[in-house]
């Protein structure tokens, strides 16, 4: 499932919860697919901040060192 398409099956169980309410399963795919999404988010932001680099005023540059 692309991530497009998970953003869209979140969307779909969100207005199902307002309109009808979630049956257990469908609590647990939208629990299963949001914590999927945030993993996502998580490790595009850590891959960016991988890959910048700090420019210091005495003209030096550094990588930015890799948190765990």
């Known amino acids: 499932m ?3 398409e998970t953003i869209k099956r979140i969307n ?3 207005h ?3 309109a009808d309410g979630l ?3 469908e609590r647990a795919e939208q629990k299963e697919l949001r914590q999927k999404y945030i993993d996502s988010v998580k490790g595009n932001l850590r ?6 680099s700090i420019q210091r005023p005495n003209g030096t ?3 930015v060192k890799k948190i765990k």
Do not use: R, V
Not at 47 to 52: A, H, K, R
């Open 61 to 63: 540059i550094e990588k």
């Open 47 to 52: 891959g960016q901040l991988e890959n910048i």
């Open 2 to 4: 692309t991530m497009e």
């Open 12 to 14: 779909e169980l969100y």
């Open 16 to 18: 199902k919860s307002q």
């Open 23 to 25: 049956s257990e399963e």
